[in-house]
Nanobody
């Protein structure tokens, strides 16, 4: 069964750092693209970062230069290193990948709270 488990969230002061992890139940080397999303109360889920199987990365403008997505094939884990955190980064962070044309796999999410 396909599943993802996120971890690493928490409470941090503005300017601090966190590293989120997303452990997959399958070999991530077989997944074309993995993604991190976030959702804060009252807002739609926002795509934050993506990484392809080949290692190409992309970021939403608001996190460029502060967040880094990476992956470890041996551990079947994707990471999101978040530096210089801001209160507006507060959200539940989810990892995701497309399983088929109509199915996406989501983790349960991990809460990130940045205090000012």
């Amino acid at each position: 069964q396909e599943h993802l488990v996120e971890s690493g969230g928490g409470l941090v002061q503005a300017g601090g750092s966190l590293r989120l992890s997303c452990a997959a139940s399958r070999m991530i080397s077989s997944i074309n693209v993995m993604k991190w999303y976030r959702q804060s109360p009252g807002n739609e889920r926002e795509l934050v970062a993506t990484i392809t199987r080949g290692g190409l990365t992309n970021y939403v403008d608001s996190v460029k230069g502060r967040f880094t997505i990476s992956r470890d094939f041996a551990k079947n884990t994707v990471y999101l290193q978040m530096n210089s955190l801001k209160p507006e980064d507060t959200a539940v962070y989810y990892c995701n990948y497309p399983y088929s044309a109509n199915v996406e796999v989501w983790g349960q999410g991990t809460q990130v709270t940045v205090s000012s």
